[in-house]
C-alpha cells in the first residue's frame, strides 16, 4: 500500500499558482489495484498541473503513451496510443467525499492529495472499445464483411394509404 502514496501531491507548503508534477506509469501502477485490465506493457507519462488556490485545488491531468492489446477479430497483440485529459476541483471540507464526477471534498486538514485513482481512470477510460489491429482496420476485405453483417439504417416509408380511403376522402373533402 505504500507504493501507492507514489502518486501523492503535497499542497500543503505550495505557494498559490500553478505547479507542474510528472509520473511515470508502466505495469507495476496497475497492479497497485488488482483489476483485471484489458491492455498489458503500459508505457505512459501523467502530466499533472495542480492551479492552487487559497479555498481549492483544481488538477487538469493529461495521460498519453502507448499501451499493448489484443484485436478482437484477429486476436494480434498491437501497439495503441492513448491519450486523456481529466479535470478535477478539489475543494476542502468536513469529510471526504467523491460523490461528484468533478468535485472531490477532501477534509480541510489533510495536507496532501492521491491522484492514483484519478491517473488510472483516466488512463481505463482511453482504452477503446471495440480493439482493431491496424491490419484489421485497414483490411477492405473484412471492412466488406463488417458491411455486410452490420446492422442497417432502415429508412422508414411513409405509409401508403390504401386508394379506396383515398376516394373516400376525396368525398368527405367535397362536403
Not at 485490465?37 to 487559497?54: C, G, R, S, Y
Not at 480541510?108 to 491490419?135: H, Q, T, W
Request: aromatic fraction near 12%; charge should be negative.
Amino acid at each position: 500500500m505504500d507504493r501507492i502514496r507514489n502518486y501523492d501531491v503535497a499542497f500543503l507548503g505550495l505557494k498559490p499558482g500553478k505547479h507542474d508534477f510528472i509520473f511515470e506509469i508502466d505495469q507495476e501502477f496497475f497492479d497497485l489495484f488488482e483489476t483485471e485490465q484489458e491492455f498489458f506493457n503500459p508505457k505512459i507519462n501523467a502530466n499533472v498541473l495542480l492551479d492552487k488556490h487559497t479555498t481549492f485545488l483544481e488538477f487538469f491531468i493529461n495521460v498519453s503513451g502507448t499501451v499493448q492489446l489484443i484485436c478482437d477479430i484477429s486476436n494480434d497483440e498491437f501497439s495503441e496510443n492513448i491519450e486523456n485529459d481529466l479535470k478535477i476541483l478539489v475543494k476542502f471540507g468536513e469529510e471526504y467525499d467523491d460523490s461528484d464526477e468533478d468535485v472531490i471534498t477532501i477534509n480541510k486538514k489533510d495536507g496532501e492529495f492521491n491522484l492514483a485513482n484519478l491517473i488510472y481512470e483516466a488512463v481505463v477510460l482511453s482504452i477503446p472499445m471495440k480493439k482493431l489491429a491496424p491490419s484489421v482496420r485497414d483490411n477492405d476485405e473484412y471492412q466488406k464483411i463488417l458491411d455486410q453483417y452490420s446492422p442497417k439504417i432502415v429508412e422508414e416509408e411513409k405509409e401508403s394509404t390504401d386508394p379506396r380511403w383515398e376516394a373516400l376522402k376525396k368525398l368527405k373533402d367535397n362536403n
